[in-house]
Every structure is written in structure tokens, then in C-alpha cells.
């Protein structure tokens, strides 16, 4: 009897950083650490830092298929995370300082953003 295979679905979200905003967006991703991790199908997230001088900051997760994705985006944790990030982000900008980009570490800290979705092929693990 054949094994049934299972292709995940993968989500990259690349944003783009300005300079000097990189360790409050890592701090505001940390601040929201849990609540995708119950979230069904869910098998994996990554949040990685650009290392070659580019201002792109690579937000990776895996998940079991498309649907599952897109509840989560419509889940009440999906809304939770983003909002308290849009709140983390108000509270820091501090009085007079707006929602300007890196005023007081207030508002966004990324100026862009672009999903792309992939699916997995293939996988090799160590043995």
C-alpha cells in the first residue's frame, strides 16, 4: 500500500526594514510569540534577519495546506497579533511622535511587504 503524501504550503512574508528599525520589529514579532503555534495546520514558523546588507527581513511559515493558512488569517489570533502590534506600536511612539516610520519606534516597523506562497516538493532531513 502506498504512503499518501503530504505537501505543505509555505508562506514568506518579505518585509522591508528601514535602517535601525530591525530590533524593534524583532521585538514586537517575539511580543506575539504563541499565538499561531495552536492554530491547525500550522507546522512551522521562521522569522529570519537579513545577514547580506539588504533591508529585507524574511517572515517563514509552514503550513499543512492553503486552507489551513487561510483560516488562520481569518482567526481571532491572526486579528489578536496584529493588533497588539499596532497597539505596542502606539504605545512606543510616545506623545507628538505619530505613526511615522521609526519616529520613537512608533508605528510600522517595516515600510513594505509582499507574500509569497510556495509549496513543498521537496524535503530532505538528516538522517
Same mark, same amino acid.
Given at each position: 500500500m502506498e504512503e499518501a503524501v503530504t505537501i505543505s504550503v509555505v508562506k514568506?512574508? /518579505?518585509l522591508t526594514v528601514p535602517e535601525g528599525m530591525g530590533p524593534e520589529l524583532e521585538k514586537r514579532f517575539a511580543a506575539r510569540a504563541g499565538l499561531v503555534e495552536g492554530s491547525e495546520g500550522?507546522?512551522?514558523f521562521e522569522l529570519l534577519r537579513p545577514t547580506d546588507g539588504t533591508d529585507r527581513y524574511l517572515v517563514y511559515t509552514r503550513w499543512s495546506s492553503e486552507e489551513a493558512f487561510q /483560516?488562520?488569517?481569518k482567526s481571532q489570533a491572526?486579528?489578536?497579533g496584529h493588533a497588539k502590534a /499596532? /497597539?505596542?506600536a502606539q504605545q512606543n511612539a510616545g506623545q507628538g511622535a505619530g505613526h511615522g516610520h521609526g519616529h520613537g519606534h512608533?508605528?510600522?516597523a517595516a515600510s513594505g511587504a509582499e507574500?509569497?506562497?510556495f509549496e513543498v516538493i521537496q524535503k530532505v532531513e538528516p538522517k
Open positions: 514568506i512574508n /518579505a500550522f507546522e512551522g /483560516a488562520w488569517t491572526f486579528s489578536q /499596532a /497597539a505596542d512608533g508605528g510600522p507574500l509569497w506562497g
